[in-house]
């Protein structure tokens, strides 16, 4: 990067409110800066509250449709009954209310730009028309028969995964690859941790000098806390976050205490990041990666401590007497392995195991209850596998890698937007583990 493409990222960020320097922010700024002069269609991809609507107007302030109307228009806000009448307007009695002639956004935008968010959430007959309008810039009034012209860039917007909802016949495969001219994609903010500092800092000085609450500020060591949290509502919800300790707390400087007494209840604590555990969740498939990698890791962790805890096992003695009449079995007929009374383990002078193993050894003798149906499980052992194969971190990310090729037809393109990584990672990716 130039120093010229900094100094032009700097001024727009300034300009448009955006604060962070993380490289994955500062690329997605200059992208919207470049591909604003092109009267092209733009596709944003970013979480819910990372800030599309930001990106949209930094396209249009800076092409040379900047003199004309910018409007936006939340497509999942819009009642399906009614959009078609919203974007592309409706002629006097084509419904009950319709008293007169009225122009849609389509109309009024014409010669500047239209924001659709949330494009995944248009219905499938909506998106035909706006594919027209795309082709040719024709539209069709509700209740009209007369076609009309309009030109108007498109940006669109979207949090969820549009390849997703094409296979599963919920989005137009030609409406998509129309407005996916360029992509934009917004980093989460557990992906830019190292900005969250710098926004929460300038949020609390904002609420400070709002609330004339004088120097109130978060502490060093709470800042660092944030970084720890996965924020899923992104800049939104951190904003809101700030607000409320600065609001709750009294005292002037906010410490790790208050910022965990505000995090939501249900917060898990990591040594990498601090995530929500709900099983009514509704983040939607942008977390789904972010989450995968997060119990990747915390396997891994997992993994070596159950290696060191193997090293340190007592294997019991399993030549013991046994309880009832039946005849010696071999273990490997079971899908469980011989259990015993904890009674008779301790008369037969057996350690018990730390924790549960599996065998697949061929055992002779092992111990057995008389009234398997009977027993009370916190008063029996279970012998296991003392040989597990874990996965590794990099096994993992390999498979995965892989599985999304295959179900791409090797496509590398459509492969990294569904992983949410750039294609140069990935394309390093492929190379490193021979795919």
């Not at 900005?195 to 660092?224: N, Q, T, V, Y």
């Not at 008779?344 to 209850?369: C, G």
């Not at 090729?405 to 949410?420: C, D, M, V």
Request: proline residues 3%; neutral net charge.
């Amino acid at each position: 990067m130039t120093e010229q493409e900094k100094k032009l990222i700097k001024r727009v960020k300034q300009e448009f409110g955006i604060y962070g320097d993380s490289e994955k922010l500062n690329n997605a700024v200059l992208r919207a800066i470049k591909f604003a002069k092109f009267n092209i269609s733009v596709l944003i991809i970013g979480e819910s509250g990372s800030g599309k609507d930001v990106f949209s107007k930094i396209i249009h302030k800076n092409s040379s449709r900047s003199r004309k109307n910018c409007l936006a228009v939340n497509c999942g806000s819009i009642p399906q009954g009614t959009i078609d009448s919203e974007l592309f307007g409706y002629v006097k009695g084509a419904f009950t209310g319709a008293l007169n002639d009225t122009k849609g956004y389509f109309e009024i935008t014409d010669g500047g730009t239209l924001f659709l968010d949330e494009i995944g959430e248009m219905p499938m007959s909506t998106q035909a028309r706006l594919l027209r309008v795309l082709e040719n810039g024709e539209f069709i009034k509700v209740g009209a028969s007369s076609v009309q012209k309009t030109d108007v860039r498109i940006v669109a917007a979207t949090n969820r995964d549009l390849l997703k909802s094409i296979n599963e016949g919920k989005f137009r495969s030609d409406l998509y690859y129309r407005l996916s001219d360029v992509i934009i994609e917004i980093p989460p903010l557990r992906e830019r941790t190292e900005d969250i500092p710098k926004i929460a800092r300038f949020f609390a000085d904002s609420f400070a000098d709002e609330f004339k609450m004088g120097d109130k500020h978060f502490s060093e060591e709470a800042l660092e806390l944030l970084k720890k949290y996965s924020w899923p509502g992104n800049v939104r919800q951190l904003k809101s976050f700030v607000k409320m300790c600065m609001i709750e707390d009294d005292s002037m400087v906010i410490t790790p205490e208050t910022v965990k007494k505000n995090l939501p209840q249900n917060t898990v604590l990591t040594s990498e990041v601090a995530t929500v555990s709900n099983n009514n969740s509704n983040t939607g498939d942008n977390n789904y990666i972010a989450l995968l990698q997060m119990m990747a890791q915390m396997l891994d962790r997992m993994n070596n401590r159950l290696d060191t805890m193997n090293n340190e096992r007592i294997v019991p003695n399993i030549n013991a007497n046994v309880v009832s009449s039946a005849p010696s079995i071999n273990a490997e007929q079971y899908n469980e392995a011989p259990i015993f009374h904890k009674a008779e383990a301790l008369q037969s002078n057996i350690p018990e195991p730390k924790y549960s193993q599996r065998i697949s050894t061929s055992i002779d003798n092992p111990v057995i209850v008389n009234n398997i149906d009977d027993y009370d499980r916190d008063y029996v052992i279970e012998l296991e596998n003392l040989e597990y194969n874990y996965k590794s971190l990099k096994d993992i990310e390999k498979e995965a890698i892989e599985s999304a090729l295959k179900r791409n037809n090797y496509n590398r393109k459509i492969t990294a937007q569904q992983l949410e990584i750039a294609e140069r990672t990935l394309y390093r990716k492929i190379k490193e583990y021979n795919l």
